[in-house]
């Protein structure tokens, strides 16, 4: 038999060791491509499922940390292992990042949603950043200063609507606006009807239930009541504009996902992530929909908030 030579092995490395490392690597790219597929079979104790579920996206990131691993141990097998965990992320995430078919072009409304952040410095400035795109209609959620506020949108969006910390801006008439219970035991979500000039759309402005890792229940609890609002809604075309505290990849998202549309998936490009701002690693902020065709979709980088903001664009 011929002995390997030292650059078979790799340097002052012995042949066993890097087959053994080369299996590490094939184990670790079967596991990512196994919690990829089947993270929502992972038991939601605690909030781990959901946790998980919201940081999915993320685990792509493990696929070119393994490719350079197996590449360090020149280990072909390993290297064509990758290629599955890979595959599955193109698979479920990959569409993502197609640019999108619709153009802005032809939008009959354009809606914008902020979380301005109770504390906010400036809030004026986030405000001003965001009326600054242009949108016909904001949803704003933490407005702890209303005062500070109205004087910048006041001129372009002259009619508005706000319950407890949640607000609805518009260049429309707004017909009526209450209150949605959403079992925080203060209304902490609003709906709207706006006389837009193509008709009626109802508009719902949402700040739902905050989730910490093992503290979900009242998140979960609010998305549920929210959906069971909007399924009771007799409204034809409707918007949900903001924080959910929730990703679209959670299960708890479910029960909006099976009434609703979602702007970023359908006429965005990218994930949209929005929190934190300075570094988004998650999408807790969304425009939902029905009734209506989305033209674009995106997320704005306001001053002085901790969430970038979501916009949107809609057809009649």
């Known amino acids: 038999m011929t002995e390997q030579t030292a650059d078979e092995r790799g340097p002052g490395e012995p042949s066993g060791r890097r087959r053994r490392r080369g299996l590490v690597v094939i184990a670790c790219a079967g596991l990512l491509a196994a919690l990829l597929a089947g993270h929502r079979a992972v038991p939601n104790v605690h909030g781990l499922g959901s946790l ?10 493990g696929v070119p940390v393994l490719a350079l691993a197996a590449l360090l141990r020149r280990s072909r097998p390993a290297l064509l292992a990758v290629l599955l965990p890979a595959l599955v992320w193109a698979g479920l995430y990959g569409r993502a990042w197609l640019p999108p078919a619709a153009g802005a072009a032809g939008a009959s409304v354009r809606v914008a949603s902020q979380n301005l952040r109770v504390g906010n410095p400036d809030p004026a400035a986030t405000v001003g950043a965001l009326a600054g795109d242009g949108p016909d209609l904001i949803g704003l959620q933490e407005v702890a200063d209303g005062d500070r ?45 706006v006389a837009a000039p193509r008709g009626d759309l109802t508009v719902y402005v949402v700040h739902l239930g905050s989730a910490r890792a093992g503290h979900t229940a009242t998140r979960d609890q609010t998305v549920a009541a929210l959906a069971d609002a909007v399924r009771a809604d007799p409204a034809e075309r409707l918007v949900v504009l903001g924080d959910l505290n929730t990703a679209t990849t959670d299960r708890v998202f479910d029960p909006l996902t099976r009434l609703l549309r979602d702007a970023q998936a359908e006429a965005g490009q990218g994930f949209g992530f929005t929190w934190p701002a300075e570094l988004p690693v998650t999408r807790p902020d969304h425009v939902l929909y029905r009734g209506l065709t989305p033209t674009t979709a995106g997320v704005l980088h306001t001053p002085d908030s901790d969430h970038r903001a979501v916009t949107a664009g809609f057809r009649w």
């Open 149 to 193: 506020v109205a004087p910048v949108l006041a001129g372009r969006y002259p009619h508005r609507a706000v319950v407890s910390t949640v607000a609805l801006w518009s260049r429309w008439p707004i017909r009526e606006a209450h209150g949605i219970d959403t079992g925080l035991g203060w209304d902490r979500a609003l709906r709207a009807v």
């Open 52 to 61: 998980l579920d919201s940081a999915v996206p993320l685990l792509g990131l």
